[in-house]
């Protein structure tokens, strides 16, 4: 069974970091690409970035460029998301989710998700 | 950017049958991938390109891309069917995932 467990999220103040990682488990996590979605309180789905298998490919949406840094380690079947100069508008459940495959684009498998409070 | 409209909310009685739709210049040309949010979970794939249901998915959901328009159909909707609906593309033209908005399934 394919499990995706995120932690590391919580209350954080403006300008401030926070590193959110995704452990992966019931499936070979170096041959999928995988994804953060984020939801903002009472919002749609968002996309924030994805990653391929060997991490040679990388894309952010506009919102987080230059702010967040996906990476993964697939020794440890684990996936990150470098979150720096936070702003309350990056208030939200994160989701890792995982692709159907290298760079598919859909995202078959979700984990529970995260909240990042972003507050002072 | 690529933009996916989808209408906020649509009502249906049980039984009958569901249309979401997902609005999109061109988006016939591009591969639509379906999510359905039940309230406090995390969101479950439906429908895969265009209209491949994954495993474990009823039957009664089916999927359609042509123009610019995509939707999404439920048939005999039951009242476990009420959640929220996103669809999704990927854009090449911006190297971005876009969800659409969302739209909330209401059965009656």
């Known amino acids: 069974e394919v499990q995706l467990v995120e932690s590391g999220g919580g209350l954080v103040k403006p300008g401030g970091s926070l590193r959110l990682s995704c452990a992966a488990s019931g499936f070979t996590f170096s041959s999928y690409s995988m994804n953060w979605v984020r939801q903002a309180p009472g919002k749609g789905l968002e996309w924030v970035s994805s990653i391929s298998i060997s991490s040679t490919y990388i894309y952010y949406a506009d919102s987080v460029k230059g702010r967040f840094t996906i990476s993964r380690d697939n020794a440890k079947n684990s996936l990150y998301l470098q979150m720096n100069s936070l702003r309350a508008e990056d208030t939200a459940v994160y989701y890792c989710?995982?692709?159907?495959?290298?760079?598919?684009?859909?995202?078959?498998?979700w984990g529970q998700g995260m909240l990042v409070t972003v507050s002072s | 950017s690529y933009v996916l409209t989808q209408p906020p909310s649509v009502s249906v009685a049980p039984g009958k049958t569901a249309r979401i739709t997902c609005g999109g210049n061109?988006?016939?040309?591009?591969?639509v991938h379906w999510y359905q949010q039940k309230p406090g979970q995390a969101p479950v794939l439906v429908i895969y390109y265009d209209s491949d249901r994954p495993s474990g998915i009823p039957e009664r959901f089916s999927g359609s891309n042509s123009g610019n328009t995509a939707t999404l159909t439920i048939s005999r909707v039951e009242a476990g069917d009420e959640a929220d609906y996103y669809c999704?593309?990927?854009?090449?033209?911006?190297?971005?995932?876009?969800f659409g908005g969302g739209t909330k399934l209401t059965v009656l």
């Open positions: 999704q593309v990927w854009d090449s033209s911006s190297d971005h995932v876009v």
């Open positions: 989710a995982r692709d159907s495959g290298d760079l598919e684009w859909l995202c078959d498998s």
């Open positions: 061109n988006i016939g040309n591009k591969s």
